[in-house]
């Protein structure tokens, strides 16, 4: 989190993309404190919930990208041969099933 000394308060995440606090994005302490900023310890708890909330997102956007590849998996070897030429990889070279079922955007 970050904490705006001058205004002393925390900034909120549209505040800190904003313009006027464009300062606000460094990791560097000292440049952040030259500026008026200051990085606050997030709690176990904060990042516990932004795990679990980006560990969801990434499960529904796996599923929802597993359900259109399920639905074109007998062009899969296509697109993996497709790939292959591409690449100029060799004539039956393997590609690993479960690998593309978790990662259908490398077929894109």
């Known amino acids: 989190?970050?904490?705006?000394?001058?205004?002393?308060?925390?900034?909120?995440?549209?505040?800190?993309?904003?313009?006027?606090?464009?300062?606000?994005?460094?990791e560097n302490p000292l440049k952040l404190l030259m500026n008026g900023y200051e990085l606050l310890a997030s709690s176990s708890s904060d990042l516990r919930s932004a795990v679990r909330d980006m560990l969801i997102k990434i499960s529904l956007r796996q599923e929802s990208s597993k359900q259109s590849f399920n639905e074109n998996k007998n062009s899969r070897?296509?697109?993996?041969?497709?790939?292959?030429?591409?690449?100029?990889?060799?004539?039956?070279?393997?590609?690993?099933?479960?690998?593309l079922d978790r990662n259908p955007s490398c077929l894109e």
């Open 77 to 99: 070897a296509k697109i993996v041969d497709i790939l292959f030429s591409k690449l100029d990889l060799a004539y039956g070279a393997e590609s690993c099933g479960s690998f």
């Open 1 to 26: 989190m970050i904490h705006n000394v001058r205004m002393s308060r925390k900034l909120s995440l549209a505040e800190c993309l904003s313009e006027e606090h464009r300062y606000s994005q460094s």
